[in-house]
């Protein structure tokens, strides 16, 4: 298959671009490097020994993105990754985060279909399930209210991206609902780069055992749950990528629209996390309770047999591999790429 993926040079991208090389496939990225460098994609490259396309290009430039498809076609499929992503920021900068998640997925499936290309695969967020849905979160459960503009901007995504299903019988999707992505590749060459003061756990874990950072604190030990702390689902970084490989390949022969968790179905809490980072790594990692962040859920984690029986995926990394793997990750680039 010849697959685009927009944002192919960050996080998710990069890691899901080494599983999709690995099987065959050509890829082309599509990317403004606003959270990313190209030196990703070259470290890609050197994982696979495979070459890959890329674009600089702001997926809102109409005109740019619809002479990638041109120079490239038939393009497969596309996979959607690009998007600013941090939940905090999105409070502060909501027109940033609706302008630049929107109107991004909006330019491309208006190009897709320009170009005759009717397959999506859309990175949407457990985010979607909002405050209201119990867990194990189902994929047929409504989608809940959501608490920040990020959120929304997810939501907004999927509802888009059902209603041109709807109406363009050539035009498919799946959308992937991920829950806690962490780890990285095992060669420690690609892994996550957050920018500044990480928001997510397994980050800051990382920076704090490397001293980078004083100490972790977990916010709330109060809540409801085993003992105090939130519980979530973490799913390994190269397991989510395999799951794109297995959507792409449903896309090329089921129409319409489906939905897919993309967890393992086992919550784990932040203190467990924080003490089996410790014990598979044999490192310290200083942390003190805090107050409760605003916005967070006792639990959350998903109902993964939809995934299981459709897709024919299922999560086969434990949290012990997320853990050895992101601070292999870290150690190897203590400065990011
Ligand atoms: P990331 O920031 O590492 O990757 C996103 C990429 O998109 C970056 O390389 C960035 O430069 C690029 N980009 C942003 N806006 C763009 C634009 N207008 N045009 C072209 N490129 C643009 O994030 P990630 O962690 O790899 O996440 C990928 C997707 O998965 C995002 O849509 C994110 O919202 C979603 N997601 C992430 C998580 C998570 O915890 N990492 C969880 C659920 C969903
Ligand atoms: C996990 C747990 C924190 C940092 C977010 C987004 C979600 C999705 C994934 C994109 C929580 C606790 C964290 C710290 C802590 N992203 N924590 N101290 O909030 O479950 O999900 O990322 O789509 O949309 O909301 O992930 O990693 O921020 O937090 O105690 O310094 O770790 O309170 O319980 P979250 P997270």
Same mark, same amino acid.
């Given at each position: 298959?010849? =697959? ?5 040079? @960050?996080?998710? $991208?990069t ?5 999709l090389?690995? *099987?065959?496939?050509d890829v082309i990225?599509?990317d403004?490097?606003s !959270?990313s460098? /190209?030196?990703?994609l070259?470290?890609v490259m ?5 070459p ?8 809102r ?6 002479? =990638?498809?041109?120079e ?6 596309v +996979?959607?990754?690009? @998007?600013?992503?941090?939940?905090g ?6 027109i /940033?985060?609706?302008?630049?998640? +929107?109107? &991004? ?9 320009a170009?005759s290309v &009717? %397959?999506?695969?859309?990175? %949407?967020?457990?985010?979607?399930? $909002?405050m209201e !849905?119990?867990s194990p979160?189902?994929?047929?459960m409504p989608r809940?209210?959501?608490? !920040?503009?990020?959120?929304w901007?997810k939501?907004?995504?999927?509802? =888009?991206i059902? #209603?041109?299903v ?8 799946v +959308?992937?609902?991920y829950? !806690?992505?962490? @780890?990285a590749h /095992?060669s $420690?060459?690609i892994?996550?780069?957050? *920018?500044? =003061?990480?928001n997510n ?9 490397a @001293?980078?950072r004083?100490?972790l604190?977990?916010f709330? *030990?109060?809540?409801?749950?085993p003992?105090?702390?939130?519980r979530?689902?973490f +799913?390994?970084v190269?397991?989510?990528?395999e799951a794109?490989?297995?959507a792409?390949?449903y ?10 968790n ?8 932040v203190?467990?996390?924080?003490d089996?980072?410790q014990?598979?790594n044999?490192? %310290? ?8 962040r ?5 639990e959350c984690?998903? #109902?993964?047999k939809k995934?299981?029986?459709?897709l ?5 990394r434990?949290?012990?591999?997320m853990?050895? #793997?992101?601070?292999n ?6 400065d990011?790429y």
């Open positions: 298959m010849k =697959i685009v993926l927009t944002g192919g040079a @960050g996080y998710i $991208g890691h899901t671009a080494v599983v090389l690995q *099987n065959g496939n990225t599509v403004n490097y !959270n460098t /190209e030196e990703a070259r470290r050197l994982i696979t020994g495979k890959l396309i890329m674009y600089d290009c702001d997926l430039d109409e005109r740019k993105l619809e002479r =990638i498809f041109r490239n076609g038939p393009v497969d499929c +996979i959607h990754f690009a @998007g600013y992503k941090s939940v920021e999105s409070v502060t900068h909501p /940033e985060y609706y302008e630049n998640n +929107i109107h &991004g997925t909006l330019s491309l499936i208006k190009c897709m279909r170009n &009717g %397959s999506l695969i859309f990175s %949407s967020s457990a985010t979607v399930y $909002g !849905n119990l979160c189902r994929e047929s809940g209210h959501c608490i !920040n503009p990020y959120g901007t939501w907004f995504s999927e509802q =888009i059902e #209603d041109t709807k109406a363009d019988r050539s035009f498919s999707a +959308i992937l609902r829950f !806690n992505p962490a @780890g /095992e $420690g060459l892994g996550e780069e957050p *920018n500044g =003061i990480p756990l397994m980050p800051y874990i990382t920076q704090t055992a @001293g980078k004083e100490k604190i977990i709330g *030990n109060d809540y409801s749950t003992d105090g702390t939130c979530r689902d +799913i390994h190269m397991d989510l990528a794109h490989m297995k792409a390949e896309l090329m022969k089921h129409d319409g629209l489906e939905i897919f993309i967890g393992t179905g086992m919550p784990y809490s203190l467990e996390v924080v089996m980072f014990t598979a044999c490192v %310290s990692v200083p942390y003190e309770f805090g107050n409760r605003e916005g967070d859920i006792p984690w998903a #109902d993964v995934a299981d029986e459709q024919g995926w299922k999560a086969r434990s949290l012990s591999d853990c050895v #793997d992101a601070w990750w870290q150690r190897k680039n203590p990011s």
